[in-house]
């Protein structure tokens, strides 16, 4: 664990106060030595989980804090069934919390050095985790599917939709379809409405050895 003083929330919130509670011993004031594991656990219960949602949107925690939680959050069942917006509370750029959640369940997590997982966890946007995932040699290693996502976001949405009416079967594509797909206002609705279409998987790969410059 880190130091002490690095993981206490600013009490000046209820949120802040009810971190500080949870994470310090009554016996010691100490820090639980153990945090990891009993954040693993309270997102495995519904009381657990929904201190810990208002933990994440309301307290004034330190970065320290946020990592610890975040890391906890990542690797739980919950993660996947999370919305964009909803991983956003924990991670700074979703895609590395995918990142994270996937490798974990491959038991690749804890083969990162600390400087890696670092680089991952702390990306601010997509281009900052493509650049760490291809600098750390691991791009290679995400499943397609999780690297056109990584790329889909770098296209940007003007991008994105100026590129999906030069493919072949645009004009085969309804008017309600094409028109949902054009008034998308983020590369997430992008994608969901492209996914709900089954036309996901025709979106071409951005190369991402490009970051290696």
Same mark, same amino acid.
């Given at each position: 664990?880190?130091?002490?003083?690095?993981l206490?929330?600013?009490?000046?919130? %209820?949120?802040?106060?009810?971190?500080?509670?949870?994470?310090?011993d009554?016996?010691?004031?100490?820090?639980?030595?153990?945090? &990891?594991?009993?954040?693993?656990?309270?997102?495995?219960?519904?009381n657990?989980? %929904?201190?810990?949602?208002?933990?994440?949107?309301e307290?004034?925690?330190?970065?320290?804090?946020?990592?610890?939680l975040?890391?906890?959050?990542?690797?739980? %069942?919950?993660?996947?069934?999370?919305?964009?917006e909803?991983?956003?509370?924990?991670?700074?750029? &979703?895609?590395?919390?995918?990142?994270?959640?996937?490798y974990?369940?491959?038991?690749?997590?804890?083969?990162?050095n &600390?400087?890696?997982?670092?680089?991952?966890?702390?990306?601010?946007?997509?281009?900052?985790?493509?650049k760490?995932?291809?600098?750390?040699?691991?791009?290679?290693?995400? &499943?397609?599917?999780?690297?056109?996502?990584?790329?889909?976001?770098l296209?940007?949405?003007?991008?994105?939709?100026?590129?999906?009416q030069?493919?072949?079967?645009?004009?085969?594509?309804?008017?309600?379809? %094409?028109?949902?797909?054009?008034?998308?206002?983020?590369?997430?609705?992008?994608?969901?409405?492209?996914?709900?279409?089954?036309?996901?998987?025709?979106?071409?790969?951005?190369?991402?050895e490009?970051?290696?410059?």
């Amino acid at each position: 664990m880190k130091k002490d003083l690095k993981l206490l929330a600013d009490e000046s919130t %209820k949120a802040g106060e009810a971190w500080n509670n949870m994470i310090v011993d009554d016996k010691t004031m100490d820090v639980h030595s153990n945090l &990891p594991q009993i954040l693993t656990e309270m997102t495995e219960t519904d009381n657990g989980w %929904k201190q810990i949602q208002f933990i994440a949107k309301e307290a004034n925690l330190t970065t320290d804090a946020e990592e610890v939680l975040a890391d906890a959050v990542t690797s739980s %069942k919950r993660w996947n069934s999370l919305t964009y917006e909803e991983k956003k509370l924990y991670v700074k750029t &979703p895609e590395a919390g995918d990142v994270v959640n996937l490798y974990k369940q491959l038991e690749k997590w804890d083969l990162l050095n &600390p400087a890696e997982k670092d680089l991952i966890m702390n990306a601010e946007n997509t281009e900052d985790l493509a650049k760490a995932l291809v600098e750390i040699g691991q791009w290679n290693e995400l &499943p397609d599917k999780m690297k056109k996502a990584i790329s889909t976001e770098l296209y940007g949405l003007d991008q994105l939709k100026a590129g999906i009416q030069e493919l072949e079967w645009w004009n085969n594509v309804p008017e309600e379809n %094409k028109n949902v797909l054009l008034q998308a206002e983020t590369t997430n609705d992008f994608k969901a409405a492209l996914d709900d279409l089954g036309i996901w998987e025709q979106i071409p790969e951005k190369n991402a050895e490009v970051y290696h410059c």
